[in-house]
């Protein structure tokens, strides 16, 4: 089993920063994949991005949204405790909403909250006109 644990939400101007930070324990290098995804009221579960978890090279994918303001990145130097963050950089009022992290045990590695089978329980972001 693998439990997430989101942090870094919070209020924010428009053209501001905020970094997500999800801490990922019990067995988390049993995951192939972990991303971010984000929910709006009254709106669908969306990827926001997505980073391979023991990928060499830490290839990761961006919602078309997001590509150039957002980015993505992971820490697992520990065994049993991984990390993932979300940089979030000239945040705009549509990025209101709560942000989730998620994992995936196996392939594909998409945006798509259904392939992931372990869910944060979220943290706010909100952004400010």
């Known amino acids: 089993q693998v439990q997430l644990a989101e942090s870094g939400g919070g209020l924010v101007r428009a053209g501001g920063s905020l970094r997500l930070s999800c801490a990922a324990s019990g067995r988390p290098y049993t995951r192939l994949c972990m991303a971010w995804f984000r929910q709006a009221p009254d709106k669908e579960r969306t990827g926001v991005a997505m980073?391979?978890?023991?990928?060499?090279?830490?290839?990761?994918?961006?919602?078309d949204s997001v590509k150039g303001r957002f980015t993505i990145s992971r820490d697992n130097t520990n065994l049993t405790h991984n990390a993932v963050y979300l940089d979030m950089n000239s945040l705009k009022p549509e990025d209101t909403a709560m942000y989730y992290c998620?994992?995936?045990?196996?392939?594909?590695?998409?945006?798509?909250?259904?392939?992931?089978?372990?869910w944060g329980q979220g943290t706010q972001v909100t952004v400010s006109s």
């Open positions: 998620a994992a995936s045990r196996s392939p594909p590695c998409t945006l798509v909250a259904k392939y992931y089978d372990a």
């Open positions: 980073i391979y978890t023991n990928d060499g090279d830490g290839r990761a994918f961006y919602a």
